[in-house]
């Protein structure tokens, strides 16, 4: 069995919070093909991606609550298993509005990982070691978005899309499999929370009286939000206006996942030297200097894709900086409702996110400046709350 403060059980949470990144970041360069398969739109086809946030959101609500009741173990099998199901029916489907669904259902299951990951962290690890352990989680997990864009982009020139959910039934197996032969238990004590719809509202709602949940919470929506911007319209921009073709899309996608990476690196000793807010601080400053910069040179017309690809890597920088910590924090002050804190973060996150990837696709066009405009927009935002909240954030102790 995996043990805590190991490297195998690090890599298994990695694995297991990367399940979702992998549904998205491997088959972005397959979208153009996708619209074209299905004689779609672009708003169309974005809705493949917009449709998996809001199933992820959707699912978030469920898995941690249930998990705090019933174990981490058994819902985490469960929604392996649902994920590993919808990439058949995405492999199969005849239809853009069915693709559509089956996106929707697939994230449903996918979401349940990510939420439990996290409350198994929170189950072994408290404080600055609990944002260390996912700093080092999202350093792993960083290697899937550098891998998926260019496998899948070789997938799209010699397989076809398709594909692409072939291998999502593959990984959703092997690490069901891993779930059922290795993984402990991690939940010291069960919640006696009766699980119904309306409870599982009035725990949240408990939540959401913490002030400092609120303010780690909302870091938390506008980091992923700023990041989900490039995620479902950086293949649009790219490949569309700045003529990139699949496998150089892929390639330039790796500047944001470089960027992450480092980050999530540098995290691990910042943590230590700064603590929680320190580093968060490093972060949300790293958020808005690169989608100001982004903004700025898209505006200024320069006409290479670096103009949003480098600024996006110092974006991402502050994702890694950011993300790992603020959620560390907001689970802290929770350590018997960790799944439902969790799940209620996961929520909000993917939410805003969703809602952020729809306008940005009905307003994608013949213009890039959309894209570092969201992104421009989230990342001075997080600098802006993070400055304003500081008496907030000193209570979640």
């Not at 792993?140 to 864009?149: H, S």
């Not at 909302?218 to 293949?235: D, E, K, P, R, V």
């Not at 006409?303 to 560390?328: D, F, H, K, N, R």
Request: some cysteine; hydrophobic content about 55%; overall charge positive.
């Amino acid at each position: 069995m995996l043990k805590p403060d190991t490297l195998a059980l690090t890599i298994v949470l990695a694995l297991l919070t990367a399940l979702g990144p992998l549904s998205t970041d491997m088959y972005l360069p397959s979208l153009p093909a996708i619209a074209a398969s299905f004689g779609a739109t672009t708003g169309q086809a974005q809705l493949t991606l917009s449709a998996f946030l809001f199933g992820f959101a959707a699912g978030q609500f469920f898995y941690g609550p249930i998990s705090d009741r019933i174990g981490r173990k058994p819902v985490l099998l469960f929604g392996l298993g649902l994920f590993t199901l919808a990439s058949l029916v995405c492999a199969l489907a005849s239809s853009i509005e069915m693709l559509v669904g089956a996106r929707f259902l697939q994230a449903l299951g996918a979401s349940g990982p990510i939420v439990l990951g996290r409350a198994i962290v929170r189950d072994f690890y408290e404080g600055p070691r609990a944002g260390r352990e996912l700093s080092r989680m999202g350093t792993i997990m960083g290697v899937v978005p550098a891998i998926a864009p260019v496998f899948g982009g070789l997938i799209a020139q010699f397989s076809g899309w398709r594909m692409t959910f072939a291998v999502m039934i593959l990984c959703g197996a092997a690490l069901a499999a891993t779930v059922v032969l290795r993984l402990p238990e991690s939940i010291r004590t069960k919640s006696d929370a009766p699980i119904s719809f309306g409870s599982i509202l009035r725990g949240f709602g408990v939540l959401l009286k913490h002030p400092a949940y609120r303010v780690y919470v909302m870091l938390s929506m506008l980091t992923y939000g700023g990041l989900f911007a490039f995620i479902s319209g950086s293949s649009f921009v790219l490949q569309g206006i700045y003529g990139l073709d699949e496998l150089a899309f892929a390639f330039s996608f790796a500047f944001m996942v470089v960027g992450f990476i480092a980050g999530t690196s540098l995290a691990q000793r910042l943590v230590g030297l700064y603590g929680l807010d320190g580093t968060i601080r490093f972060g949300v400053s790293s958020l808005a200097a690169g989608g100001v910069a982004m903004l700025v040179l898209v505006a200024s017309g320069v006409a290479s894709s670096l103009a949003i690809t480098m600024p996006m890597a110092v974006y991402a920088l502050g994702v890694g900086l950011t993300m790992p910590q603020s959620m560390a924090s907001a689970l802290m002050p929770f350590p018997t409702r960790a799944g439902a804190a969790s799940s209620l973060l996961g929520i909000c996150q993917m939410t805003f996110a969703a809602i952020l990837g729809v306008v940005l696709g009905q307003n994608l066009g013949a213009s890039a400046l959309p894209l570092p405009a969201a992104i421009a927009t989230t990342g001075v935002l997080a600098l802006a709350v993070f400055l304003s909240t500081a008496r907030a954030r000193a209570s979640k102790v």
